[in-house]
């Protein structure tokens, strides 16, 4: 595993960008674009990520990147990649999808399905903060049980969708989940994905202070705590073979119990108020997505 003092010193989101205080994305971000190189074309919708970009003529983004509409993020990511590959250029940089869990769980699926139907070559990246942010905190296929939007104002009953799942079922050579609390683990996986070719996807979730109700300064720490809990799991799929990475490895070999959920809720205003019950199921839901994660566990070597 890379570790932090290793990263390149250069950045490619600079200062003075407008993510709100304490915003996961623009960790994951960077360690993205890092791993990259900034040999990269960005293709974006409508997003808390459009807005920490900017607006034209101004951009806090040292790449290009295009704004696209809501539901097509991955179709016109496979359209600049064609475009590339007419202008012999493909070799010269990596497409990278980037969409919110709305515009990939839910505007967007029918576009990343066909385009992992076809196994068109560039690198998608959801980052998974958990509802519609830029727009107000609505749910999404992706907001997990329990949690208050502006939507869900007793608490949405569903568990989230399983979009690493979905994208298995297709096909493709590689997935992989993480958390932007864990740079590394970040870079790694979108390291491992430029050096691939077809359809790569990586599910990152990021923490959202705003949107989850908690203090800035707490990013990283919930981040953790959502892994240390087994809400967030992070691993890979790579050819069909499954296996924990980083911290969630570390935690399976270990055989210790996880962290109860029940910390993890009381670290967010949007879990106030839920039930025992809720809890209970939560955690049950919990536990049997981690068992499973560790039947399919391949080690290294």
């Known amino acids: 595993m890379t570790r932090v003092s290793e990263l390149s010193t250069t950045e490619y989101l600079l200062s003075g960008n407008r993510a709100c205080a304490g915003c996961g994305l623009g960790i994951g971000l960077r360690a993205i674009t890092k791993a990259l190189d900034g040999k990269m074309v960005l293709v974006n919708p409508a997003s808390c990520l459009t807005v920490l970009g900017g607006m034209y003529p101004i951009s806090s983004l040292d790449v290009p990147w295009i704004n696209v509409a809501f539901p097509s993020t991955a179709s016109s990511a ?3 990649r064609a475009g590339l590959r007419a202008m012999r250029r493909e070799g010269e940089m990596t497409v990278l999808a980037m969409a919110g869990d ?13 385009a992992a139907e076809r196994d068109d070559d560039f690198i998608y990246v959801c980052y998974d903060n958990e509802a519609y942010m830029n727009t107000g905190t609505q749910r999404s296929g992706s907001t997990p049980a329990g949690a208050r939007t502006t939507t869900t104002w007793t608490g949405k009953r569903e568990n989230p969708k399983d979009v690493p799942a979905i994208m298995e079922a297709h096909g493709i050579g590689y997935i992989a989940s993480t958390n932007a609390a ?8 979108v390291l491992k994905a430029r050096d691939r070719r077809g359809l790569r996807y990586i ?3 990021t923490p959202c202070p705003s949107g989850w109700s ?7 720490k919930l981040g953790r705590l959502a892994v240390d809990t087994g809400v967030v799991v992070l691993y890979e799929i790579e050819d069909g073979v499954f296996r924990l990475t980083g911290r969630s490895a570390s935690l399976a070999k270990s055989g210790k119990p996880l962290v109860p959920v029940a910390e993890y809720l009381a670290a967010q205003g949007r879990f106030r108020g839920v039930s025992d019950e809720t809890a209970a199921e939560i955690q049950s839901w919990v536990d049997a997505r981690w068992a499973g994660y560790g039947a399919r566990h391949t080690p290294v070597g």
């Open 78 to 80: 496979a359209g600049v």
């Open 102 to 114: 709305g515009g990939t769980a839910d505007i967007g699926m029918q576009a990343l399905s066909g």
């Open 182 to 189: 864990f740079p590394t683990d970040v870079y790694d996986k």
């Open 203 to 205: 599910h990152m979730n």
């Open 214 to 220: 908690f203090d800035p300064k707490d990013t990283v």
